[in-house]
C-alpha cells in the first residue's frame, strides 16, 4: 500500500525559502502513468493546488505560485520535494503531498503545518 | 485560476439524499470529464471519493456518486450516515493559464 509522508521545517522566517519532503513508501517514485503533487490548506480555508511533476521530469504549477516555486524528484530516494522562496504569513498552512493521476489526488500524506513568522 | 463554486454548506437527515454541486466554467468543469471530489474530515487529510465525473477508487462506499452536466458537477450521497459529516471539496483539471488543477471553495456537511 502506496504511503507518503510529508518532512520539513516547521516555522519559517518572512522571506525565507520553504522547504518540504515527501517520501514515498509501499511503491517506486518511478512507476509510470503518474505525477506527484503539493497542495496546501491555510489554517481554516480551503485547498490549493501548488504544482505536480511528472514521471518525465515536466513540472506544472499554480500561476499564482509560479514565480516562487520548485518542485523536484530524487529517484534514488524515492522522494520529491517543495522549494517555495520569499514567504510570507499568508503562506502558513497545512502543507500536503499527494500521488496524482487523472489528475486526481490519491493517496495524501498526513500533512505537516508550517508557520511562517519571525 | 479561479476557484470552483461550491455552496458553503449543506445538511440532511440519517438516510436521506444530498446533492453539492461545484460550478466552473468551459475551461475545467464543463470542458474535461477531470472533476475529482475530496472528503475532509476535521484534522485529517482529503480522501479521494470520486474521480473522472463519476468513478469510485476501491473501497469508497457505492452511496457517494458523481454526475455532471455542463458547467457543473455534483456529488450525490444517498443514505446519509452521521460518518459522512465533513468538508468536501471539488477540483477539476484546468486549461486557463496553465495545465493544472484547480479546486472548490469546500462545502461543509451537517448530519442534523
Known sequence: ?118 | QSALTQPASVSGSPGQSITISCTGTSSDVGGYNYVSWYQQHPGKAPKLMIYEVSNRPSGVSNRFSGSKSGNTASLTISGLQAEDEADYYCSSYTSSSTLGVVFGGGTKLTVL
Open chain 1, 1 to 118: 500500500q502506496l504511503q507518503l509522508q510529508e518532512s520539513g521545517s516547521g516555522l519559517v522566517k518572512p522571506s525565507q525559502t520553504l522547504s518540504l519532503t515527501c517520501a514515498v513508501s509501499g511503491g517506486s517514485i518511478s512507476s509510470g502513468g503518474y505525477s506527484w503533487s503539493w497542495i496546501r490548506q491555510p489554517p481554516g480555508k480551503g485547498l490549493e493546488w501548488i504544482g505536480y511533476i511528472y514521471h518525465s521530469g515536466s513540472t506544472y504549477y499554480n500561476p499564482s505560485l509560479k514565480s516562487r516555486v520548485t518542485i523536484s524528484v530524487d529517484r534514488s530516494k524515492n522522494q520529491f520535494s517543495l522549494k517555495l522562496s520569499s514567504v510570507t504569513a499568508a503562506d502558513t498552512a497545512v502543507y500536503y503531498c499527494a500521488r496524482a493521476f487523472s489528475p486526481a489526488f490519491d493517496p495524501w500524506g498526513q500533512g505537516t503545518l508550517v508557520t511562517v513568522s519571525s
